[in-house]
């Protein structure tokens, strides 16, 4: 698709191919796996909350279980992945925080040259479907966006959901992140 539209460069978007990135990134030389992790509890509320509006597309997705799941499988997956060259961490909060610093990080990772063109806003149409409502926000303005875990989930099970996700990769990715310009961890080329 990229290639028919005169394109050397693709995005793809899916977050359940975190778990294949190893075998992709091995099969693609010089790809660049960009992965962006969000703080887990917000994950399992996204999730949870999503499931609630939209209950005929994500039935089995109301349990906060589901969302623990999805996210630990998901940091563990980015965890082994940056043991291999060409992945990158960008942290939502960082991204959010500072977009343009962490663009520009971003981009030096990916030997891009950073254009401001890149702080604008796109058209969603781009990159979601008409049928992703749960979407509807994706072309709004980039800012912190409201935590829903306190709201959603009363405190014994925002402590179970705590307590069960791998918050301790996610400490170390942080750690690896703080050391690097713009928060943006790069596992390398390789070569």
Not at 8 to 14: P, Q
Not at 108 to 136: I, M, R, Y
Not at 173 to 186: I, Y
């Amino acid at each position: 698709l990229a290639q028919a539209h005169g394109k050397d460069v693709w995005i793809e978007k899916t977050p359940r191919h975190v778990l294949h990135a190893r075998r992709i990134g091995r099969a693609i030389p010089g790809l660049l796996c960009v992965h962006m992790v969000r703080r887990g509890e917000d994950v399992v509320a996204s999730i949870v909350d999503r499931a609630h509006r939209f209950p005929d597309r994500f039935p089995r997705q109301t349990d906060p279980d589901y969302g623990v799941h999805q996210w630990n499988q998901s940091i563990r997956a980015t965890q082994l992945a940056i043991e291999d060259p060409g992945h990158a961490v960008v942290f939502y909060d960082g991204l959010v925080g500072d977009v343009e610093g962490t663009m520009r990080a971003l981009c030096a990772v990916a030997g891009l040259g950073f254009e401001p063109a890149l702080l604008t806003q796109a058209d969603a149409t781009a990159f979601t479907s008409a049928k992703e409502e749960w979407k509807s926000q994706v072309g709004a303005p980039i800012r912190p966006a409201e935590s829903k875990f306190e709201g959603l989930f009363p405190e014994d099970i925002r402590i179970r959901i705590t307590q069960a996700l791998s918050t301790e990769i996610l400490l170390r990715l942080k750690e690896l992140a703080s050391r690097e310009p713009g928060g943006v961890f790069f596992s390398g080329s390789g070569g």
